[in-house]
């Protein structure tokens, strides 16, 4: 009889133990469901989605950017029609900026760096944000620190370097300063490619690259993305995106859509357009991102 009780005592204790380790195993099953469900729709909140689901927007955006087939597909859809339209320029100096080089492709979230003049609008600067270390130039300040700072703030990783023919202070612990004559390396002037090397950052990627110089854009660019035998003896130099305000005059319409295909040749987009309420005739902020050469190839499927 004591036998039989000592048995059932343990097989109740052992019925005990085991329900509870059921019990704990259907609780933690339980939670990761809602948690995993919790996360997808912070996620969908985001605009984020799975990285196995964006194998073509990663590739394509070289690896900027992480969207659903569905979605991606839709941007390169605005592309190509937008980009048809820009091609067709019309070349009268009066509302060229208003008629001409609309953005052509729709970057899912738009940040203002800096205020005022000195501002600047990024794409995507999560990722920026994300990474251990960056790079940004600021070419052209005219004394404004508006964009540095900003950009410190939210770049604390960030080595930041602004360049301006005058003579200017950067704020303490905001950026480094140097005094040049930014242009095609010609003339008293100095190329990106000379500036990097001085610089000793030949062989970084630069992640924003900031340019208002006073018509100093053209022989500026040109010079950086001429293949000429110069450059190709050069260490490739990957700049994700170009922000920069577009001088224009009666005499260089044709050279300013000669800018606009270089950029595009060069796999890059145009993603924010803020013509100048000053002088909108004259001048007009533009925010490129460089995209993979297989987002401009491929066929749409």
Not at 239 to 262: K, W
Request: hydrophobic share 35%; aromatic share 14%; net charge neutral.
């Amino acid at each position: 009889m004591l036998i039989s009780r000592t048995f059932d005592i343990k097989s109740i204790r052992n019925h005990k133990y085991q329900w509870f380790i059921v019990g704990f195993i259907l609780f933690m099953m339980l939670n990761m469901y809602f948690l995993r469900i919790r996360n997808e729709e912070q996620m969908t909140k985001a605009g984020m989605v799975d990285s196995s689901q964006c194998k073509t927007s990663m590739i394509q955006s070289d690896r900027f950017m992480c969207e659903s087939e569905d979605k991606w597909l839709s941007r390169r859809k605005f592309y190509l029609n937008q980009h048809e339209k820009n091609i067709h320029t019309m070349n009268e100096y009066s509302g060229y900026f208003q008629k001409n080089w609309l953005p052509d492709f729709q970057c899912p979230k738009e940040t203002l760096i800096g205020h005022g003049d000195g501002g600047k609008w990024a794409c995507n600067i999560e990722d920026l944000k994300s990474k251990a270390s960056c790079l940004i130039y600021s070419l052209g300040s005219h004394g404004e620190f508006s964009f540095e700072r900003s950009a410190r703030q939210l770049f604390p990783n960030c080595s930041i370097h602004t360049v301006d023919m005058k003579s200017y202070s950067c704020p303490a612990g905001v950026c480094n300063f140097r005094q040049a004559k930014l242009g095609d390396g010609h003339n008293g002037s100095i190329s990106l490619r000379q500036l990097m090397t001085q610089l000793n950052q030949t062989n970084a990627e630069i992640d924003i690259l900031k340019i208002d110089i006073e018509y100093g854009e053209y022989s500026f660019l040109h010079a950086f993305f001429s293949n000429n035998e110069f450059n190709r003896k050069q260490q490739p130099v990957y700049i994700r995106q170009i922000l920069v305000e577009i001088h224009l005059d009666n005499n260089r319409i044709l050279e300013t859509n000669a800018l606009f295909h270089l950029l595009n040749s060069q796999n890059y987009v145009i993603f924010h357009k803020d013509i100048n309420q000053l002088f909108p005739y004259y001048a007009c902020e533009y925010a490129l991102l460089r995209l993979n050469r297989a987002f401009f190839r491929e066929n749409l499927s």
